[in-house]
């Protein structure tokens, strides 16, 4: 006897332009050709979050850790004591102030 075992369907979503389903992951959509948006509030990291904690906390490397940058974060944490990460958390404090929303989601909310 065979058995024949189905993989599972990859996830799905509809694309905002023309409604194809398509992979959950898929940047463009196949038919239309559209960039699929990100939406942040689905799981995603945010960057007035990731200011305040590099702000009130990225001294000790919180923000990183939120980022999803566990060695830098690691990092920071060792060499707290020296108060150069916390130079280093401010100025990307106001990095993350006058980064686009776009550009966030390019570099820290990427599909897995």
């Not at 024949?4 to 239309?32: L, N, V, W, Y």
């Not at 799981?43 to 009130?56: D, Q, S, Y």
């Amino acid at each position: 006897m065979s058995e024949t075992t189905a993989s599972p369907m990859p996830p799905q979503k509809f694309c905002h332009a023309c409604g194809q389903s398509i992979d959950a992951r898929a940047e463009i959509c196949p038919k239309c050709g559209v960039r699929q948006a990100y939406l942040a509030g689905a799981g995603g990291k945010n960057r007035i979050a990731a200011a305040l904690l590099a702000f009130f906390l990225g001294g000790i490397g919180v923000h990183r850790f939120y980022l999803g940058n566990i060695g830098l974060g690691f990092l920071y944490l060792l060499f707290c004591w020296t108060f150069i990460p916390a130079i280093v958390a401010f100025i990307e404090f106001i990095m993350f102030l006058v980064m686009s929303d776009d550009e966030f989601n390019r570099r820290y909310n990427q599909p897995v």
